[in-house]
């Protein structure tokens, strides 16, 4: 029996990746069992355990090919503004995300939706497995909240910080996922209306919490 050869696990692991997305984004991610990963791509039982060796190994998979980008362009429009000494409106804050998600939306409509989809579930459920690389993401966007903000204190912060972004990231899935049939993304018109949406709501929130 031939060996296999590097292409072939290579092959395997997209094959896993590929169908673990699809689950975690239809059945969510703690109904779906690695068996029901390894029977959806076709594959042997011990596939999964061999390639990764557990379910959260699994997940950090699909999070980072479908959002190492994403993240890193949401990092680096964070990074610029807080280097830029910008006091940020709602609106800019609410961009540093948006825009990174819109254009993941434009250039992969299904594997956007997926990968928003599943974000989705695991920001509502405040899960850490969210954020698989550890960077200065999060404290970057707290200093530029404190900087719109100053009044307000660290809680509501936190708080109020945490709805939006899980506003924007279930309604962005929800909103292109009903799309995908007509213009297989979220339009870019009713993108800006739903950031301007979340964005009105963090204004609402936060201006009460500086009195």
Same mark, same amino acid.
């Given at each position: 029996m031939p060996r &296999?050869?590097?292409?072939?696990g290579?092959?395997?692991?997209?094959a896993l990746?590929?169908s673990?997305?699809k689950?975690?984004?239809a059945?969510?991610?703690?109904?779906?069992?690695i068996?029901?990963?390894n029977a959806e791509?076709g594959?042997?039982?011990a &596939? %999964?355990h061999y390639h990764f060796?557990?379910?959260?190994?699994?997940?950090?998979?699909?999070l980072?090919?479908?959002? %190492?980008?994403?993240l890193a362009h949401?990092?680096?429009?964070?990074k610029d503004m807080?280097?830029?000494?910008?006091?940020?409106?709602?609106r800019?804050?609410?961009?540093?995300?948006?825009?990174p998600?819109?254009?993941?939306?434009?250039?992969?409509?299904?594997k956007g939706v997926r990968?928003?989809?599943?974000?989705?579930?695991?920001?509502?459920a405040?899960d850490p497995?969210?954020?698989?690389?550890k960077?200065?993401t999060?404290?970057?966007?707290?200093?530029l909240?404190e900087r719109?903000?100053p009044s307000?204190?660290?809680?509501?912060?936190?708080?109020?910080?945490s709805?939006?972004?899980?506003t924007?990231?279930?309604?962005?899935a929800r909103?292109?996922?009903a &799309?995908?049939e007509g213009?297989?993304?979220l339009?870019?018109g009713r993108?800006d209306t739903?950031?301007?949406?979340?964005?009105?709501?963090l204004? &609402?929130?936060?201006h009460p919490a500086?009195?």
């Open positions: &296999s050869s590097p292409r072939d290579a092959a395997t692991r997209r990746i590929d673990a997305a689950l975690f984004a059945q969510g991610v703690e109904a779906v069992s068996r029901a990963i791509a594959l042997g039982a &596939s %999964a060796g557990s379910k959260d190994a699994i997940l950090d998979a699909v980072l090919d479908s959002g %190492a980008e994403v949401i990092h680096r429009l964070a807080v280097d830029s000494d910008t006091i940020p409106t709602a800019q804050i609410v961009d540093l995300l948006a825009l998600y819109r254009q993941f939306l434009d250039q992969a409509p299904d990968w928003l989809t599943i974000c989705g579930q695991l920001s509502l405040n497995r969210l954020f698989p690389v960077d200065d999060a404290e970057l966007l707290r200093k909240l719109a903000y307000a204190d660290e809680t509501a912060i936190e708080l109020n910080w709805l939006t972004v899980n924007l990231i279930v309604m962005a909103w292109s996922d &799309s995908i213009s297989r993304a339009s870019n993108f739903l950031a301007d949406f979340v964005a009105g709501g204004e &609402s929130l936060m500086q009195t």
